[in-house]
T-cell receptor, first 112, second 115 residues
Framework: GQNIDQPTEMTATEGAIVQINCTYQTSGFNGLFWYQQHAGEAPTFLSYNVLDGLEEKGRFSSFLSRSKGYSYLLLKELQMKDSASYLCAVRGRSGGSYIPTFGRGTSLIVHP | KAGVTQTPRYLIKTRGQQVTLSCSPISGHRSVSWYQQTPGQGLQFLFEYFSETQRNKGNFPGRFSGRQFSNSRSEMNVSTLELGDSALYLC??????????????FGPGTRLTVL
């Protein structure tokens, strides 16, 4: 089976940096995704990692260590609009299918 | 380019009924995936269709089924509705040219309430 763990809630100050961690257990690892979801809206894609290392995309970066089953999403220069839920998802093998399994999400609250 | 559209946006049904939800992917996208999101279980994968064939399937009972048409539009059906089927049902599309790496675009979802 697959298991994803991420913190339930985090708070940070506008302009600061925050790191959201995600640990996972999966068979047949085939990629890790981060999504942002604002309340009442659909998730939007942030990043994808399949090889070890850091992927940078503007204010957002994502890191992956496959040997440790660990990823983090780094948000720099936080803005109020970054207050949202951040979902970590891992694609792995289940039977004959590749299935994405999502964590429960980390609710990030950015305050002035 | 228009985004992923889902109809209807809201739906109320009673236990035992069946329901069909529709999803139109972004033009040119051939892969459509369906998800269920609830406060208790979070976001869970239902199934993925590519070129009218089910390519991947999550761990949901057979009451949940889907299909994809030649124009890539997809429908999801839930039969014999249960109270626990109340959820936000999300559809997502991607080009499908590379199964493992394509960015996925979500639609706004259909909010299903079962009474």
């Amino acid at each position: 089976g697959q298991n994803i763990d991420q913190p339930t809630e985090m708070t940070a100050t506008e302009g600061a940096i925050v790191q959201i961690n995600c640990t996972y257990q999966t068979s047949g690892f085939n990629g890790l995704f981060w999504y942002q979801q604002h309340a009442g809206e659909a998730p939007t894609f942030l990043s994808y990692n399949v090889l070890d290392g850091l992927e940078e995309k503007g204010r957002f970066s994502s890191f992956l260590s496959r040997s440790k089953g660990y990823s983090y999403l780094l948000l720099k220069e936080l803005q109020m609009k970054d207050s949202a839920s951040y979902l970590c998802a891992v694609r792995g093998r289940s039977g004959g299918s590749y299935i994405p399994t999502f964590g429960r999400g980390t609710s990030l609250i950015v305050h002035p | 380019k228009a985004g992923v559209t889902q109809t209807p946006r809201y739906l109320i049904k009673t236990r035992g009924q069946q329901v069909t939800l529709s999803c139109s992917p972004i033009s040119g996208h051939r892969s459509v995936s369906w998800y269920q999101q609830t406060p208790g279980q979070g976001l869970q994968f239902l199934f993925e269709y590519f070129s009218e064939t089910q390519r991947n399937k999550g761990n949901f009972p057979g009451r949940f089924s889907g299909r994809q048409f030649s124009n890539s539009r997809s429908e999801m059906n839930v039969s014999t509705l249960e109270l626990g089927d109340s959820a936000l049902y999300l559809c997502a599309s991607r080009p499908g040219t590379a199964q493992d790496t394509d960015t996925q675009y979500f639609g706004p979802g259909t909010r299903l309430t079962v009474l």
